[in-house]
């Protein structure tokens, strides 16, 4: 029997022993399964946070908020000094009357705010555009403070100071998420290995028959092998089809909120989906591996 003929062989012996044995197979497939889905929602959240992220900083602003008595003269050497920092792509120079238009645009509903004021309310401003690839932001900190120190600036609002803080909790989410994946996917592999072990000690006669006959290791725990890694396959794919249907139920009911939004906005990619599904195998195939290092399947010795 050549290699191709020996796989296809425990393919056969594993799929039956999965039929005659399903309901330890299905617990070990949900196992894995559960751990697999919650793994991949934990993916799927990160991800869509670190793309918001990344299109946070991207857009990432510094505004500077002018005296409403700051001369020309001063808004003009100002501005072109901050045009001419690193990582500056340009300054916009909004004017009191411009601000108050904005601000009645964005909150309509907070528009009689600024109105009936003999002058307008809101002071004037300078809109500092970045490149997040080529800025230093520990450099940006210091470069604020400086213009804070200006004295006809009122007051500097910088988008770096809480979008580090959303990078930092976006961090400690993944960091996370991966401990409490890696603990439920050896807390699988653990079911897949006693399902495994269990599965070898009802067949302890066929294996003894088998090396009587002259069976090698390879031949005998091969289908056991095979077994494991169909676990782990299954269960892979019932995470990764559990993880659509769930993502793609609650995007329909809640993509209008902002959360929905957040957390919702982009599917599995294939390759997450697929690195899923790898991951449910190899740990179904780990599994068996390592419970039968400890199993004796050894011929049995004669009496003397």
Sequence with gaps: MNLWQALV????????????????????????????????????????????LADWQARARIIVYLESDASEDQITTLRKTMAEAPG???????????????????FPSLSDLVEGWKSEPLPPSLEVSL??????????????EEIRRRPFVEMVDDDQDWI???ATAVALAQGIGIALGLVLLAAAMF??????????????????????????????????????????LLGGLLATGSLF????????RYSASVWGGVFLEQAPSLGAQGFLIALGAVAGLLGAVFSLRREDLAAPTEDP
């Design 9 to 52: 062989y425990f393919l056969r012996e594993a799929a039956i022993s999965l039929v005659r044995s399903w309901r330890v197979s299905l617990l070990a497939v949900l196992t894995i399964g559960v751990s697999l889905f919650v793994s991949g929602m934990l993916l799927l959240v990160s991800g869509n946070l670190s793309g918001i």
């Design 164 to 166: 580090k803080q959303v």
């Design 191 to 232: 079911t897949i290995a006693s399902v495994i072990r269990l599965t070898a000690y009802l067949y302890h006669e066929e294996i003894a028959v088998m090396r009587i006959v002259g069976a090698t290791e390879f031949f005998i725990r091969g289908p056991f092998y095979f077994e494991g890694f169909l676990q782990g």
């Design 88 to 106: 500056v792509v340009g300054v916009e120079y909004v004017d009191a009357k411009a601000a108050g238009e904005n601000f009645r645009r964005s």
């Design 131 to 144: 490149d997040p690839e080529m800025i230093d932001f520990a450099w940006v900190q210091g470069w604020t």
């Design 245 to 252: 249907g769930v993502h793609y139920a609650l995007k329909a």
